[in-house]
């Protein structure tokens, strides 16, 4: 069972292991949404995410015998990195099933605490499902991700921490992929104050929890598809899951384009990089339905590579028009060029890309295509720059960005 003295218990343990991660007041996401927002900032754990709790004291608790034994667990990422790192405290060997579409830095982080990594299957069901025949195989004690309690246990002593600094804390939001996450912070706010609300968050495309609280029964999805990998799952934990029906006050959902707007609010405004499925809470403040509440949003990681970070970033300024592609038909004569660019740079506007089609008609003379890719600063300005080349019978078009 998920009691207050494990809770308390599990508290002191982690903090052998884990970073203090304290309460963020945020004035951007306060002032947007209404509410008093407090980020908690796990991403900035020394494992890159919340995971080395739940996993550290999953294995306290284990036998020496079942140490011994090797530790191997499924994961995409976080909650590898978690096991990697408490079994090398341990000092006992650490077997991690990955799913082949881990991004890279989870990858090579879990190797360099020392445990063998084996990538295996296109999502983590698929991962769990080979690292327990490798286990039967070879004897490993398995530790569990999500669905067990000692691991549960671990995880809810963010709650802990949050009612310590915000003791009125009056809503917890917290990232949903598996459950046990959410069913050890729901579980041990609930116990701390029954008034409180906790909400879980999924993505849209891997809304596997919202759909078995629906059910009322855990139910496996046909599959998902988020960028938000740690919370790519298809069948939620069954052991945790009556205390997310008991304790979760209800449960959200966001899509992928709100998690691109997110990462460049956090970016941009609170200087962290948190990985896309750390992101959900903060997407889903504007979701909630309160103002004038006290709020608290788990960030539950940051473990994100350069590469997908990039890719990100360049969607986010295009979803906030930030960067746009406009074509313009032109004469194909000297000068035409420059009086574009001229009006252009009238309006403040940074052209970054230019790409000329002379085939896009059989008239030369006629018209030939100008696409301009320019960063504005957002979407008045952009429509600014609109409006000056439409006044130059350019008969500007917006067309689809690509960088």
């Not at 036998?63 to 408490?86: F, P």
């Not at 598809?225 to 009556?242: E, L, N, Q, R, W």
């Not at 960067?323 to 970054?352: H, M, W, Y």
């Amino acid at each position: 069972m998920l009691t207050l003295d494990k809770f308390e218990e599990a508290s002191e343990r982690v903090k052998k292991v884990i970073q203090e991660t304290k309460l963020i007041y945020s004035d951007y996401f306060s002032s947007n949404t209404g509410n008093k927002v407090y980020l908690k900032p796990e991403n900035m754990q020394y494992t890159g995410a919340y995971k080395l709790r739940g996993a550290y004291y999953k294995i306290s608790t284990l036998s020496d015998e079942e140490r011994e034994k090797g530790l191997i667990t499924a994961s995409a990422g976080n909650h590898a990195q978690g096991v990697a790192y408490a079994a090398q405290r341990y000092g006992v060997k650490a077997v991690i099933v990955m799913p082949t579409t881990t991004p890279l830095i989870k990858v090579n982080r879990t190797k360099s605490y020392g445990a063998e990594v084996v990538l295996h299957g296109d999502v983590y069901d698929e991962a769990c499902e080979y690292a327990y025949r490798l286990a039967e195989e070879h004897g490993y004690t398995f530790v569990h991700p999500f669905d067990d309690l000692a691991v549960a246990t671990g995880q809810g002593t963010i709650a802990m921490e949050i009612f310590k600094e915000l003791p009125l804390v009056e809503y917890i939001l917290v990232p949903v992929g598996g459950g046990g996450l959410a069913a050890g912070v729901s579980t041990l706010a609930k116990l701390l104050n029954p008034k409180i609300k906790v909400i879980g968050v999924e993505p849209e495309g891997a809304s596997c929890m919202q759909a078995s609280v629906e059910a009322g029964k855990v139910v496996t999805l046909p599959g998902v598809s988020t960028i938000a990998d740690g919370t790519a799952v298809k069948t939620p934990g069954k052991t945790i899951f009556p205390y997310i029906q008991k304790n979760l006050d209800g449960i959200v959902t966001v899509a992928d384009d709100d998690l691109i707007t997110a990462f460049l609010d956090m970016v941009e405004n609170h200087k962290m990089i948190v990985e896309n499925s750390g992101l959900l809470t903060v997407a889903a403040l504007k979701k909630i339905g309160v103002t004038g509440k006290r709020v608290a949003a788990i960030l539950s990681g940051g473990n994100m590579d350069v590469i997908t970070m990039s890719s990100v970033v360049q969607q986010g300024l295009i979803f906030r028009n930030r960067i746009f592609t406009v074509s313009v038909r032109l004469p194909d004569k000297p000068g035409e060029l420059c009086k574009v660019a001229q009006a252009i740079a009238a309006e403040q506007g940074n052209v970054i890309k230019l790409e000329h089609n002379q085939f896009v008609t059989t008239n030369r003379s006629a018209a030939v295509e100008l696409r301009i890719t320019m960063e504005s600063f957002g979407t008045e300005h952009k429509n600014q720059i609109m409006a000056a080349l439409e006044k130059l019978q350019y008969n500007p078009r917006l067309v689809q960005t690509n960088l």
